[in-house]
T-cell receptor, first 114, second 112 residues
Framework: EPEVTQTPSHQVTQMGQEVILRCVPI?????FYWYRQILGQKVEFLVS????????KSEIFDDQFSVERPDGSNFTLKIRSTKLEDSAMYFC????????????FGPGTRLTVL | QQQVKQSPQSLIVQKGGISIINCAYE??????FPWYQQFPGKGPALLIA?????SEKKEGRFTISFNKSAKQFSLHIMDSQPGDSATYFC???????????FGGGTRLMVKP
């Protein structure tokens, strides 16, 4: 069964450093998402991406964040200058269609900022 | 306006019992209501979803009840099993957008 994959599974970084989280969405999906989950809290939407453009973003997704689809398979989230409060689990998701289609989540990348 | 409120935060049920988790929303533009199941160390996985044109949807032991006028929806897990022990999240989105707004989650423990 096709699945969303994410690398690395765990990333430890120093405050102020740049990190890139990588995702490979399901191959025939057209819509891509990043969510985050701070430990013990709810899942929060960051950004959605379609046709090489951001289609929606939340207040969390400020200028420190960027997304890119560098090739036909990868989808990345970059945090330019990490802060302690960026420590969270980051989930990538993808869907075939928009507007309420099932979003399939990857296993997540645990980001720890020291 | 965008919030989805979920209760209870945690739930302990005996094997074979019924687990009930409730969610309430405010945004009347929401028209898609999925429930996700999350096991420790894993990403959320879609369990069942409903749209507001029906009041109930059943898939196996899992049922969503939807009350549009009250802006509430709930998940019922019949014959709860220890393997159902996980965190459950309700969510909502509108057809015009892709953003899922999640509830706070319910940690379910089913005792053998």
């Amino acid at each position: 069964e096709p699945e969303v994959t994410q690398t690395p599974s765990h990333q430890v970084t120093q405050m102020g450093q740049e990190v890139i989280l990588r995702c490979v969405p399901i191959s025939n999906h057209l819509y891509f998402y990043w969510y985050r989950q701070i430990l013990g809290q709810k899942v929060e939407f960051l950004v959605s991406f379609y046709n090489n453009e951001i289609s929606e973003k939340s207040e969390i997704f400020d200028d420190q964040f960027s997304v890119e689809r560098p090739d036909g398979s990868n989808f990345t989230l970059k945090i330019r200058s990490t802060k302690l409060e960026d420590s969270a689990m980051y989930f990538c998701a993808s869907s075939e269609l928009a507007g309420g289609d099932t979003q399939y989540f990857g296993p997540g990348t645990r980001l720890t900022v020291l | 306006q965008q919030q989805v409120k979920q209760s209870p935060q945690s739930l302990i049920v005996q094997k074979g019992g019924i687990s009930i988790i409730n969610c309430a929303y405010e945004n009347t533009a929401f028209d898609y209501f999925p429930w996700y199941q999350q096991f420790p160390g894993k990403g959320p996985a879609l369990l069942i979803a409903i749209r507001p044109d029906v009041s109930e949807k059943k898939e196996g032991r899992f049922t969503i009840s939807f009350n549009k006028s009250a802006k509430q929806f709930s998940l019922h897990i019949m014959d709860s099993q220890p393997g159902d022990s996980a965190t459950y999240f309700c969510a909502a989105s509108n057809n015009a957008g892709n953003m899922l707004t999640f509830g706070g989650g319910t940690r379910l423990m089913v005792k053998p």
